[in-house]
């Protein structure tokens, strides 16, 4: 059995399932299809519909061959605390992609994206952040979230990345940690891509066609987009039971795209987008020193 030997690990709304798309094209890379999120380390974030089970979480893999490398992408590897230690016991030579944007349009992209799921049940940005500290003592969790799954709408906490890449380069070194900036990304996605794969050392010639991966979308039916994403535990457990989970995934994919359509998010109210670069900057200016390169561009634009 192949085990995955690099990771994506983060962070969310960053370009992460775009990158997925784009590697699991190259011929030389083997991909779980579809969607698919194990999240299998990082067990200090208990949530459900993550993979920690062993066994399953390697037959994911068993669709591998002669490729050269074997990865999956789970964008919360970024923000736990433990999985880059966990990822590193479990292969120590492992390979590490870590995509970053700007936090501000992180924090807005990730909340839109929640509330579009039905897991967020605050529709406006600017009263989630209020409600960050009550949510955090274990009041006001979405409606969808136990209490201990509440650390996904800890907005602010998910966008200082500072000590969260810190963590891999201590843990895997700086060799072995290949950071993506999303604005390089969208301007080149062809260099950025080629220089992944230079990264990954496969070969770097390949270029799949570039379209956009996990765009903003607006449900045709917020009834029907929770039955999908929040099905009643009788059916949620009768189809675990039957379905293989590479399947269901790809059914969930397919019926997503059928009921949802593209849609362009609104700017950010000017005076909150303010505030959220002011936050944000002591960390961002940490960023750049450990990174080598200026990025207070985020707090300034």
């Known amino acids: 059995m192949r085990k995955p030997d690099f990771f994506i690990v983060g962070g969310p709304r960053c370009g992460t399932s775009a990158m997925k798309a784009y590697l699991e094209k190259h011929p030389e890379i083997f991909m779980p299809p579809s969607r698919l999120e194990p999240h299998f380390f990082g067990t200090d974030l208990p949530g459900t519909g993550f993979i920690r089970d062993e066994p399953a979480y390697l037959s994911l893999f068993a669709g591998a061959n002669n490729e050269k490398r074997v990865g999956e992408k789970s964008p919360l590897y970024l923000y736990s605390k433990q999985a880059a230690s966990e990822i590193k016991g479990f292969l120590p030579s492992a390979s590490i992609i870590i995509m970053l944007r700007n936090p501000v349009d992180m924090v807005y992209s990730l909340h839109s994206f929640l509330v579009y799921v039905e897991r ?69 996605p062809a260099e950025a891509y080629r220089d992944t794969l230079e990264f990954l050392r496969v070969d770097p010639g390949f270029q799949p066609e570039f379209r956009q991966i996990n765009t903003n979308r607006r449900a045709f039916s917020r009834t029907f987009q929770n039955f ?58 940490r960023l750049s020193k450990l990174l080598g390169r200026d990025l207070t561009h985020w707090c300034r634009t």
């Open 228 to 285: 999908l994403k929040n099905p009643p535990p009788s059916i949620r457990s009768f189809v675990k039971g039957v379905t293989p989970i590479l399947w269901r995934h790809r059914v969930i994919d397919a019926l997503d795209r059928l009921s949802s359509t593209s849609t362009t998010r609104p700017p950010m109210e000017r005076e909150l987008r303010r505030k959220l670069q002011e936050e944000f900057l002591p960390d961002v200016e």
């Open 120 to 188: 967020e049940n605050i529709a406006d940005l600017k009263d989630a952040l209020d409600a960050e500290e009550d949510r955090k003592r274990g009041l006001r969790p979405p409606d969808s979230a136990n209490l201990q799954d509440v650390w996904h709408f800890l907005y602010r906490d998910r966008g200082k990345y500072a000590d969260q890449v810190q963590r891999y380069l201590d843990t895997f070194g700086r060799e072995n940690v290949h950071v993506i900036i999303f604005d390089d990304f969208i301007s080149d």
